[in-house]
T-cell receptor
């Protein structure tokens, strides 16, 4: 079945550091890939997504590229801010299916 | 748009009591999902509906849990009787019809969640 494996947290970085959160997936079809973010006390919200190989999703300075050859969708940001402190979830959805398979989440804390 | 609305935001109850969580999806969305989030188990899909019909309830933990969607703008998740291990944050999410976006999985829009504490 489909699965998503995320880098285990928690991750603590200083402000302006470079961020990478690793995500790899297993899927039988042609999935869409997502990163969701959950700020404290809130529901998940979409950060970015990609629907086919080599697509790059980007939003708020975050980027992730859909790599079919390595089955990966790593999240990156060049310079993190305190306001980026949150839990980040990688997820996939099979083509034609509205159900999402989520990773376990990675808690990110940015220190001023 | 008001987004997905959930009520109550917080619920504290005693073991054995019935609990009803409510969700209003975004207007025009065809799919509705119920999730549970705990530190131990992370985010779990409990059940989801398409056009008010339950499609997959394999995540519902046991018979004490039930969900309904009587119309396109309202869904409930009921726990009867509640137990302390049901304490969690319960999220509702909705999504448009994926067929309109070429078959790719659509973005899910989450509500703010209901924090349930069973004493």
């Amino acid at each position: 079945g489909d699965s998503v494996t995320q880098m285990e947290g928690p991750v603590t970085l200083s402000e302006e550091a470079f961020l990478t959160i690793n995500c790899t997936y297993t899927a039988t079809g042609y999935p869409s890939l997502f990163w969701y973010v959950q700020y404290p006390g809130e529901g998940l919200q979409l950060l970015l997504k990609a629907t086919k190989a080599d697509d790059k999703g980007s939003n708020k300075g975050f980027e992730a590229t859909y790599r079919k050859e390595t089955t990966s969708f790593h999240l990156e940001k060049g310079s993190v801010q305190v306001s980026d402190s949150a839990v980040y979830f990688c997820a996939l959805g099979d083509f034609g299916n509205e159900k999402l398979t989520f990773g376990t989440g990675t808690r990110l804390t940015i220190i001023p | 748009d008001a987004g997905v609305i959930q009520s109550p935001r917080h619920e504290v109850t005693e073991m054995g009591q019935e609990v009803t969580l409510r969700c209003k999806p975004i207007s025009g969305h065809d799919y509705l999902f119920w999730y549970r989030q705990t530190m131990m188990r992370g985010l779990e899909l409990l059940i989801y509906f398409n056009n008010n019909v339950p499609i997959d309830d394999s995540g519902m933990p046991e018979d004490r849990f039930s969900a309904k969607m009587p119309n396109a703008s309202f869904s409930t998740l009921k726990i009867q009787p509640s137990e302390p291990r049901d304490s969690a944050v319960y999220f509702c999410a909705s999504t448009p019809n994926g067929a309109t976006s070429g078959g790719h999985t659509d973005t899910q829009y989450f509500g703010p969640g209901t924090r349930l504490t069973v004493l």
